[in-house]
């Protein structure tokens, strides 16, 4: 999805008791583009990143009329990868390099954007001809300073390839990296951590350990050490052992974490460790010099 929401401070509140092990709560601020409600939890003026997260944008859910849809034209991308993972809906992927893929639920799209790469991401005719729903999670992935300038990939992972266990009840895919006992064929290029659970009202999970990790509330709501994670908050944890989160009523969770890499800037759809480069791809980008994408050629989103 191309950066397109208006800078804005996000706000970031700490509910009282605070639990030692949270270092800060972030309501994401929400954004309607064309009817499709978005928030975004990171980057935000408190937080950058998490782990190797520098970007996490949750999408719906959204009901379309027919006729209606996303219609994200093309936009460029660098220093990156892309993580797309749909609750409901499907969204359809076409790139620089020639990939075309719908995205459905279940399924995660991993594009390596690396030195630079294009995509758009639309909907089938046969999708918006009739009423249809949206919902779902897209993050970027900051590549290791070894990788940011890599030639650009495509990787889908369908969903019967995502493994999933039940732990104690609790309903758990694991994305991208280990935990719980198994590891995801997603690509990493570096400690990584994405996982899934669904949570009964009342069931208890203990937090996987990894360098940085934090919760999004997707649906739902928890609790930790006697603090309220409300529908639609990030709660960035602190590395202290036997973290557990309890849902308070039936809840869908997204727990991302890794290793942090080291300052990144940031400006609209570049990512870079180096701001030169962020300048030289806006000017190639204004100039006309990325590839284009393969069978969506007339169309460009232009830099703000």
Not at 230 to 251: G, K
Not at 291 to 298: M, N, Q, Y
Request: glycine residues 8%.
């Amino acid at each position: 999805m191309s950066n397109t929401l208006p800078d804005a401070v996000q706000s970031c509140s700490v509910s009282d008791p605070p639990c030692a092990a949270i270092e800060l709560i972030i309501k994401p601020r929400e954004h309607d583009i064309g009817g499709l409600v978005v928030r975004r939890a990171l980057p935000t003026a408190k937080r950058k990143t998490v782990g190797p997260w520098i970007f996490f944008d949750h999408m719906g859910p959204a009901r379309f009329s027919a006729g209606q849809g996303i219609n994200v034209r093309p936009h460029p991308h660098i220093g990156i990868a892309t993580v797309t993972y749909l609750f409901a809906g499907e969204i359809l992927h076409r790139d620089s390099i020639g990939s075309l893929q719908p995205i459905r639920p279940g399924d995660i799209n991993l594009m390596v954007t690396g030195s630079g790469m294009v995509h758009s991401e639309r909907e089938r005719p046969e999708v918006t001809a009739v009423e249809h729903e949206l919902h779902g999670l897209q993050l970027w992935l900051v590549l290791p300073e070894a990788d940011e300038q890599v030639a650009p990939a495509f990787h889908h992972y369908p969903s019967r390839d995502i493994p999933a266990v039940d732990i104690e009840g609790v309903t758990i895919r694991v994305m991208m990296g280990s935990a719980f006992g198994v590891t995801s064929p997603v690509r990493v290029f570096s400690e990584t951590l994405y996982v899934e659970a669904h949570l009964k009202a009342g069931q208890s999970l203990t937090l996987p350990e990894t360098g940085e990790r934090a919760v999004y509330v997707a649906s739902g709501a928890l609790q930790a050490g006697g603090t309220a994670l409300p529908l639609h908050s990030m709660a960035i944890f602190s590395s202290a052992p036997d973290i557990v989160v309890t849902a308070t009523e039936d809840a869908r969770i997204a727990l991302i974490g890794g290793e942090p890499l080291g300052r990144r800037f940031i400006e609209w759809n570049f990512v870079s460790s180096r701001r030169e480069r962020i300048e030289q791809a806006k000017q190639a980008w204004r100039e006309g010099q990325f590839a284009k994408v393969v069978g969506d050629e007339d169309e460009f989103i232009p830099l703000p």
